[in-house]
């Protein structure tokens, strides 16, 4: 690899050297001043493939070149904008905004400097506003390839995860790490969280991004390295024992993402995101994972507040006296750990009534002892009242002893005589409808899809309103939406026949896809950026069926 470049240098006649902010195998990252643009400051990506050759170095930057050209198409505000790409020194650099935050990595060595790690509702969270993501690039048709708590952002003015450091761009620039004769993967990603399909054959798909994604969120649930979360004898995950309060819905959410085969794990970001929603339906909004807050606080580089809850690591004395989680609540879990320390490999005891108590079930058995005990007795009383008035004497009294229990005198208040209002002299009060200001009418145009194939539609944004859109469609069907603008910017809602948002996916995003819950009118709603004309493209196709798996028969043998 080449020398690092001076600080102080200037690329391009523009961007300005003034940090090295990290170095891999394939190169390095610096921040940069763009003093072309008011000395923002922005990110330097530089790659320096090993040359074996004119012609090998000419088909690198051809691929380079087209990687990043595909990478410049994305546009989504988790992910920074790549504005640029260019040669110089024999160095190729890709120019990029600047997400100024914490890594993941970092967040999480902070908190175990604190002997704490993110708790099942911070992950949660987390795990939300990367899926996203994820579906925005694998409706692309690009992979990450190296998703880590290295290669994702807290970012500082939002608190949102950004997406870091794309390895496409990676596997196109190691073709030429490889002989021109022989045509294999490239292997691009990190041990332990890359799956194994990755690792050993370069091949990846949009579910091996979902594995890593897995892992990271196990990692920060943990605070272990994942080679300290597999069974070496066995190669299976067994990172359940770290987090013994963690509700088994979530649980089983990660295991499917964590599957060693791609066809035993989720096959998209919506399928998980598909998941969640179906367990927020299942137990209610109050248990489901995500819900346990109505505003949880945004993500800080340290805790947000002190610790009540969760479990020490084991010690050789292991005295924690901590208290269980209670579903999912954003508390921090308090570890005794280090730098992802795996000096401790016994987990923490569990109670086994604890965990009973602590499920769905558990809650419910312990309401209905609740409601029978407080129904039973009072009943119990009044009947035993009852039979003892009864053979005292068989004159009935006015009313039962019962009936007028001696009470604080508080409890029973003198009354009051008030004049009753004068009804007429106040005009009546208009219903609540009346006072609700009605929405702008705007008027949809319906369009007419067939199954199956693809409808597309362009035009020009009128910035002072949305455009809209009316599909009639049949409940269970599929719909995928995509939504392009020039300029960037807009985006679209897609709202079910009761006028609210299919699913949270479905609010300010350019890409949906989903199994439609009812029958009716949906709307797509393409917002435009607010005071700026542009054009859009939309594309709209229903019914998405799975593709089917062709098993080949034998040819029959010819005697």
Same mark, same amino acid.
């Given at each position: 690899m080449q020398p690092p470049i001076p600080l102080g240098t200037l690329l391009q006649q523009r961007y300005r050297v003034t940090k090295i902010l990290g170095q891999g195998g394939f190169g390095r990252t610096y921040l940069s001043q763009d003093t072309g643009c008011f000395d923002e400051m922005c990110v330097l990506k530089e790659f320096s493939p090993n040359d074996r050759g004119r012609d090998a170095l000419k088909k690198s930057k051809e691929l380079f070149q087209r990687e990043a050209q595909v990478l410049y198409q994305i546009n989504h505000p988790q992910i920074p904008k790549f504005r640029a790409n260019f040669e110089e *020194? =024999?160095? @190729? #650099?890709?120019? *990029? &905004?600047? +997400? &100024?935050? =914490?890594? $993941? +990595? =970092?967040?999480l060595s902070d908190r175990l400097k604190n002997n704490t790690t993110f708790? /099942? +509702? /911070? +992950? $949660? /969270? #987390? @795990? *939300?506003?990367? @899926?996203?993501v994820l579906s925005h690039i694998h409706g692309m048709g690009i992979i990450h390839r190296d998703i880590s708590p290295d290669n994702i952002i807290f970012r500082d003015r939002d608190k949102l995860p950004v997406l870091i450091d794309f390895g496409v761009v990676k596997a196109g620039v190691t073709q030429l790490e490889v002989s021109t004769q022989i045509h294999q993967g490239t292997t691009v990603g990190k041990a332990g969280y890359a799956p194994g399909e990755q690792l050993q054959t370069g091949e990846a798909y949009a579910n091996s991004d979902l594995y890593a994604l897995a892992v990271t969120v196990v990692v920060m649930m943990t605070g272990r390295k994942p080679e300290s979360l597999i069974d070496k004898s066995t190669m299976t995950w067994k990172w359940h024992q770290w987090v013994p309060t963690l509700t088994p819905w979530f649980a089983k959410i990660l295991n499917k993402m964590l599957s060693r085969m791609p066809n035993s794990r989720y096959q998209s970001a919506n399928e998980v995101a598909q998941a969640l929603r179906s367990v927020s339906d299942f137990v209610g909004p109050s248990a489901a994972p995500g819900h346990a807050t109505g505003n949880l606080t945004p993500l800080t580089g340290i805790p947000s507040r002190p610790t009540t809850s969760g479990y020490e690591q084991p010690s050789t004395t292991n005295n924690s006296g901590s208290v269980p989680l209670s579903r999912v609540k954003r508390t921090t879990t308090s570890v005794k750990s280090s730098n992802y320390s795996a000096k401790n490999t016994q987990p923490p005891p569990q109670n086994p009534l604890r965990g009973i108590l602590n499920t769905p079930w558990g809650t419910a058995l312990g309401s209905t002892a609740a409601a029978v005990i407080f129904i039973i007795i009072p009943l119990f009383l009044v009947s035993r009242s009852l039979t003892t008035s009864s053979s005292g004497s068989k004159t009935p009294t006015p009313e039962p002893t019962l009936a007028t229990p001696a009470t604080d005198p508080i409890a029973t208040p003198t009354p009051i005589t008030v004049p009753p209002p004068v009804v007429e002299s106040v005009p009546p009060s208009p219903p609540v409808t009346a006072t609700t200001p009605a929405p702008a009418t705007v008027t949809a145009e319906a369009l007419s899809v067939e199954v199956g194939k693809p409808l597309v539609k362009e035009g020009a944004l009128d910035p002072s309103k949305p455009t809209v859109f009316s599909l009639n469609l049949p409940v269970g069907h599929k719909l995928k939406a995509s939504l392009a603008s020039t300029p960037a910017g807009a985006t679209m809602n897609i709202l079910a026949p009761n006028q609210a948002n299919v699913d949270v996916y479905a609010k300010n995003t350019v890409n949906w896809e989903g199994t439609l819950p009812l029958a009716g009118e949906y709307r797509i709603e393409i917002v435009p950026l607010a005071g700026a004309a542009s054009n859009y493209k939309l594309e709209v196709i229903t019914n998405l069926a799975p593709t089917p798996e062709v098993s080949a028969s034998p040819a029959p043998v010819s005697r």
């Amino acid at each position: 690899m080449q020398p690092p470049i001076p600080l102080g240098t200037l690329l391009q006649q523009r961007y300005r050297v003034t940090k090295i902010l990290g170095q891999g195998g394939f190169g390095r990252t610096y921040l940069s001043q763009d003093t072309g643009c008011f000395d923002e400051m922005c990110v330097l990506k530089e790659f320096s493939p090993n040359d074996r050759g004119r012609d090998a170095l000419k088909k690198s930057k051809e691929l380079f070149q087209r990687e990043a050209q595909v990478l410049y198409q994305i546009n989504h505000p988790q992910i920074p904008k790549f504005r640029a790409n260019f040669e110089e *020194q =024999k160095r @190729l #650099f890709l120019v *990029q &905004e600047y +997400a &100024e935050g =914490k890594t $993941v +990595a =970092k967040t999480l060595s902070d908190r175990l400097k604190n002997n704490t790690t993110f708790s /099942e +509702a /911070e +992950a $949660v /969270e #987390f @795990l *939300q506003n990367m @899926l996203p993501v994820l579906s925005h690039i694998h409706g692309m048709g690009i992979i990450h390839r190296d998703i880590s708590p290295d290669n994702i952002i807290f970012r500082d003015r939002d608190k949102l995860p950004v997406l870091i450091d794309f390895g496409v761009v990676k596997a196109g620039v190691t073709q030429l790490e490889v002989s021109t004769q022989i045509h294999q993967g490239t292997t691009v990603g990190k041990a332990g969280y890359a799956p194994g399909e990755q690792l050993q054959t370069g091949e990846a798909y949009a579910n091996s991004d979902l594995y890593a994604l897995a892992v990271t969120v196990v990692v920060m649930m943990t605070g272990r390295k994942p080679e300290s979360l597999i069974d070496k004898s066995t190669m299976t995950w067994k990172w359940h024992q770290w987090v013994p309060t963690l509700t088994p819905w979530f649980a089983k959410i990660l295991n499917k993402m964590l599957s060693r085969m791609p066809n035993s794990r989720y096959q998209s970001a919506n399928e998980v995101a598909q998941a969640l929603r179906s367990v927020s339906d299942f137990v209610g909004p109050s248990a489901a994972p995500g819900h346990a807050t109505g505003n949880l606080t945004p993500l800080t580089g340290i805790p947000s507040r002190p610790t009540t809850s969760g479990y020490e690591q084991p010690s050789t004395t292991n005295n924690s006296g901590s208290v269980p989680l209670s579903r999912v609540k954003r508390t921090t879990t308090s570890v005794k750990s280090s730098n992802y320390s795996a000096k401790n490999t016994q987990p923490p005891p569990q109670n086994p009534l604890r965990g009973i108590l602590n499920t769905p079930w558990g809650t419910a058995l312990g309401s209905t002892a609740a409601a029978v005990i407080f129904i039973i007795i009072p009943l119990f009383l009044v009947s035993r009242s009852l039979t003892t008035s009864s053979s005292g004497s068989k004159t009935p009294t006015p009313e039962p002893t019962l009936a007028t229990p001696a009470t604080d005198p508080i409890a029973t208040p003198t009354p009051i005589t008030v004049p009753p209002p004068v009804v007429e002299s106040v005009p009546p009060s208009p219903p609540v409808t009346a006072t609700t200001p009605a929405p702008a009418t705007v008027t949809a145009e319906a369009l007419s899809v067939e199954v199956g194939k693809p409808l597309v539609k362009e035009g020009a944004l009128d910035p002072s309103k949305p455009t809209v859109f009316s599909l009639n469609l049949p409940v269970g069907h599929k719909l995928k939406a995509s939504l392009a603008s020039t300029p960037a910017g807009a985006t679209m809602n897609i709202l079910a026949p009761n006028q609210a948002n299919v699913d949270v996916y479905a609010k300010n995003t350019v890409n949906w896809e989903g199994t439609l819950p009812l029958a009716g009118e949906y709307r797509i709603e393409i917002v435009p950026l607010a005071g700026a004309a542009s054009n859009y493209k939309l594309e709209v196709i229903t019914n998405l069926a799975p593709t089917p798996e062709v098993s080949a028969s034998p040819a029959p043998v010819s005697r």
